[in-house]
């Protein structure tokens, strides 16, 4: 009995062993993306952000002080406007701030003009394309519109040729209205339609 005791104590402690190693991985894991977490939250933060937007105008224009200014400038305006959900006009002026710091390089001027075209072009075929949607759903409309004139006029047909005027009057009797005639009419033939 004794050597039974053991031999299972043997393998629970083994077992044991392993879940404790298991947990140990699992932990390192999840602590390291936590870690990864946390680096892509830092990067994304505003004031993160900010900070670096005024360290690359030091690097890149620490000789011309105005353009040092403009460019503070713009990393204050672009973190007051964007993070808050500016209104139109706020970033107008960054975008004009903007402009007044790239004036001078040629390239990045022209990779600004080439972003406006490219953003004009966008709207517009943004635009013929909810054109396109807007006709076809009207299309569509009109489409269901003769169908259920069809069906009316099919009713109408059935009640003339196969109907007396007696049985007409009675059943236009019978119901308050013609609207609703035709409705109990709808519910009956949608069967057999055209």
Not at 48 to 70: A, G, R
Not at 94 to 100: N, P, R, V
Not at 162 to 174: A, C, K, L, P, S
Request: with cysteine; proline share 1%; glycine share 2%.
């Amino acid at each position: 009995m004794k050597k039974i005791f053991n031999f299972y104590k043997r393998e629970i402690i083994i077992v044991y062993c392993l879940f404790i190693l298991g947990l140990a991985i699992i932990t390192i894991k999840k602590h390291e993306e936590y870690d990864n977490k946390i680096e892509n939250f830092a990067m994304m933060s505003n004031n993160m952000k900010n900070s670096k937007c005024k360290d690359n105008c030091l690097l890149k224009y620490n000789e011309d002080p105005d353009k040092l200014k403009v460019c503070k400038s713009y990393c204050r305006c672009k973190k007051k406007c964007y993070t808050k959900f500016g209104n139109k006009k706020c970033k107008e002026q960054c975008k004009d701030k903007k402009m007044a710091l790239y004036r001078d390089d040629e390239t990045k001027m022209r990779k600004m003009e080439i972003k406006d075209k490219i953003k004009l072009m966008n709207r517009k075929r943004r635009k013929d394309e909810k054109i396109k949607l807007l006709k076809m759903e009207e299309q569509q409309q009109e489409e269901a519109e003769t169908k259920s004139y069809r069906t009316q006029n099919y009713i109408n047909r059935i009640m003339n040729d196969y109907m007396g005027e007696t049985d007409r009057e009675h059943i236009v009797n019978v119901s308050t209205g013609t609207k609703k005639m035709v409705k109990d009419f709808k519910k009956i033939f949608t069967k057999y339609k055209i």
